[in-house]
């Protein structure tokens, strides 16, 4: 029985070392020569913004910059009430309120192209799995612009909510 075991794993252990053909290589293969800390170079799509695209974000932002002139003349009689309302639910303070939300209400063409600005980023991401860098530039840019026209006029509002006691 000893004798048979032993030669049993003998032949197993033979059986390891027979020749068999070509065994790999023990050389480090070319993707363990790539540092993965260092990160992957992919060419960048540098062409021009599109033209429709520009165009579009110009739209917006003069849409935004055209209703600032009907927001100023709203906002500042909301001002002008506000600092002469008096006490809450006051007729004074009421009529107050009313030109506080007219000036809300003309805030609409700067926060509608806020919300198309974001829209058509929202879309190129969605549809084209990403936007190119001299679109999303453009992108950016009409957003801040129409942006510092929302904070300015949203700064208005909340200083007149406050005075009324909002």
Same mark, same amino acid.
């Given at each position: 029985?000893?004798?048979? +075991? ?26 363990? /020569? ?14 021009? +913004? ?33 600092? +002469? ?17 007219? +000036?809300?209400?003309?805030? /609409? ?35 801040? /612009? ?21």
């Amino acid at each position: 029985m000893m004798r048979r +075991a032993a030669l049993l794993s003998f032949l197993i252990i033979s059986a390891c070392t027979s020749p068999g053909g070509p065994y790999p290589s023990l050389q480090p293969h070319a993707a363990e /020569k790539i540092d993965p800390r260092v990160p992957v170079e992919r060419s960048m799509n540098m062409r021009p +913004a599109s033209a429709s695209l520009t165009e579009r974000l110009a739209v917006l932002v003069g849409q935004a910059e055209s209703g600032q002139a009907a927001f100023d003349g709203a906002a500042s009689e909301a001002e002008r009430l506000a600092a +002469a309302a008096g006490s809450q639910q006051g007729e004074a303070w009421i009529v107050a309120q009313e030109a506080l939300t007219a +000036a809300i209400a003309a805030r /609409k063409p700067a926060t509608q192209s806020l919300a198309e600005i974001d829209e058509i980023a929202a879309n190129a991401l969605q549809t084209q799995r990403g936007i190119a860098p001299n679109d999303l530039a453009a992108i950016q840019n009409a957003a801040a /612009k129409v942006g510092a026209i929302d904070r300015r006029q949203a700064d208005r509002i909340h200083a007149v909510q406050l005075q009324l006691g909002l």
